[in-house]
């Protein structure tokens, strides 16, 4: 009795000496958890910025928020001010096997809103992008500088890329030509079909009665190729060559 009585009190004591141990190590790790999310979450984005080298892609002049939520003020790509810039994360998208942000730029010439992000299938996504341009006006020796385009409107519903190139795309859009050398009654409205051919992105464009069609080629170096034809042009040219 007295053995089993001495194996039971050595065993209590074990027990008393074992717990905190491993409490003490649950309260560490779990501390350690809490300090580190916690530090994730407060981490600024102008320090995410220069960590990444995000200024070798664009500029802005402050830089306000956190990685998960920030504001780029007067952002400029290529020296070219595009307007203001707000990210948010969405954690929604992680079920879903994505890493994604829904950004908006908002300009005097530009206004872009779309969800960008990356599949852990290894594609780029663009998805529910809404884009209205009025490029702006350029002067070079206080003479203004002729642009065929006067406003470009678009809607991706979804746009799908990886470093091989264009995946899927579905969405449209609409554009206005202007014509300054007077060629047509009015400044020409043409509407634009996207798709993917051979992974590069296609761009078909045409307008009613097709006084102007063609297509625009972007390849996954965002090289371009673009062709255009117009039948009212032609004639137009024809004309002329009577004349003469």
């Known amino acids: 009795y007295l053995n089993q009585f001495l194996a039971r009190t050595n065993n209590i004591e074990l027990n008393i000496f074992s717990r905190p141990c491993s409490m003490k190590f649950r309260d560490v790790f779990l501390g350690t958890l809490v300090l580190t999310l916690i530090i994730l979450s407060i981490f ?3 320090g995410l910025y220069k960590i990444t080298n995000l200024d070798n892609y664009f500029s802005a002049e402050t830089i306000q928020g956190f990685w998960w939520n920030a504001k780029f003020q007067n952002v400029s790509f290529n020296s070219s001010l595009v307007g203001d810039a707000i990210i948010t994360f969405r954690p929604v998208e992680l079920i879903k096997g994505k ?3 829904h950004s908006q730029i908002e300009g005097a010439h530009l206004n872009i809103e779309a969800i960008v992000g990356l599949s852990i299938k290894g594609y780029n996504f663009i998805e529910g992008l809404k884009l209205k341009a009025r490029p702006i006006k350029k002067y070079k020796n206080s003479k203004l500088i002729y642009q065929p385009i006067s406003k470009l409107d678009a809607n991706i519903n979804y746009f799908t890329f990886n470093e091989q190139g264009c995946l899927q795309i579905t969405g449209s859009g609409t554009g206005e030509f202007i014509d300054e050398l007077g060629l ?3 400044n020409v409205k043409i509407y634009i079909d996207m798709n993917c051919y ?3 992105l296609e761009l078909n ?3 009613t009665k097709k006084i102007v069609e063609g ?3 972007i390849r996954p170096n965002l090289s371009y190729a673009m062709d255009a034809k117009s039948n009212k042009l032609s004639l137009k040219l024809r004309e002329i060559s009577k004349l003469r």
Do not use: D, G
């Open 215 to 217: 297509k625009i080629l």
């Open 198 to 200: 051979k992974k590069n």
């Open 205 to 207: 464009f045409y307008s």
């Open 99 to 101: 890493l994604a942000i």
């Open 44 to 46: 600024p984005m102008r």
């Open 184 to 186: 047509f009654s009015n």
